[in-house]
């Protein structure tokens, strides 16, 4: 089966730089995707690493270690917008890879 | 280009009616998929659809839930028989093909009175 675990919440000012990290045990792997989701609104898309290394988006950054099994997200120079909920996600390889199963989610909470 | 497309936003059933969710992709996907959320928890994949076929059902209950994607109109996650547990924000996704980023809808809150 798959699982992947996030810490519940963390608190970070803004200005910040913040690391959301995301550990997950898979029978397969197809690498690890991040969504962000405001007020239980849509999940937005944010980043996918199918490899080791980094992945840099305008603020945004995601890394993944594939022999730890092992990820994180990097918000930079943080803003109150930026607070929400985070996913990481991992793709079920099995039946054309299109099931998504998702981590609890962080919750972001930028203070002034 | 319009993003996927959700409707109703907000349905309140009864126990024991049905609940009709729709979905309608974005224009050039033929993948959708159908995901459930309780209050504060992530996202629980239901199932994996693309037109007139059901790829991946393993996240649907075996009662009462069922789910479409006719070849044309939108798609359909069927609810019979609500019962006060089937209360939850239900999200549709589409994708162009089956292995990519998936794009996600505003989503239906269902509460079952």
């Known amino acids: 089966g798959q699982s992947l675990e996030q810490p519940s919440e963390v608190t970070a000012v803004e200005g910040a730089i913040v690391q959301i990290n995301c550990t997950y045990q898979?029978?397969?792997?197809?690498?690890l995707s991040w969504y962000q989701q405001h007020d239980g609104g849509a999940p937005t898309f944010l980043s996918y690493n199918g490899l080791d290394g980094l992945e840099e988006t305008g603020r945004f950054s995601s890394f993944l270690s594939r022999s730890d099994s092992y990820g994180y997200l990097l918000l930079q120079e943080l803003q109150m917008k930026d607070s929400a909920f985070y996913f990481c996600a991992v793709r079920d390889p099995y039946n054309q890879g299109g099931k998504l199963i998702f981590g609890q989610g962080t919750e972001l909470s930028v203070k002034p | 280009n319009a993003g996927v497309m959700q409707n109703p936003r907000h349905l309140v059933r009864r126990r024991g009616q049905e609940a009709r969710l729709r979905c309608s992709p974005m224009k050039g996907h033929s993948h959708v998929y159908w995901y459930r959320q309780l209050p504060e928890e992530g996202l629980k994949f239901m199932v994996y659809l693309q037109k007139e076929n059901i790829i991946d059902e393993s996240g649907m209950p075996k009662e009462r839930f069922s789910a479409e994607f006719p070849k044309e109109g939108p798609s359909i996650l069927r609810i019979q028989q609500v019962v006060r547990g089937d209360s939850a924000a239900y999200f549709c996704?589409?994708?162009?093909?089956?292995?990519?980023?998936?794009?996600f809808g505003p989503g239906t809150r269902l509460t079952v009175t």
């Open positions: 996704a589409s994708s162009p093909a089956g292995n990519n980023e998936q794009y």
């Open positions: 898979t029978s397969g792997f197809y690498g």
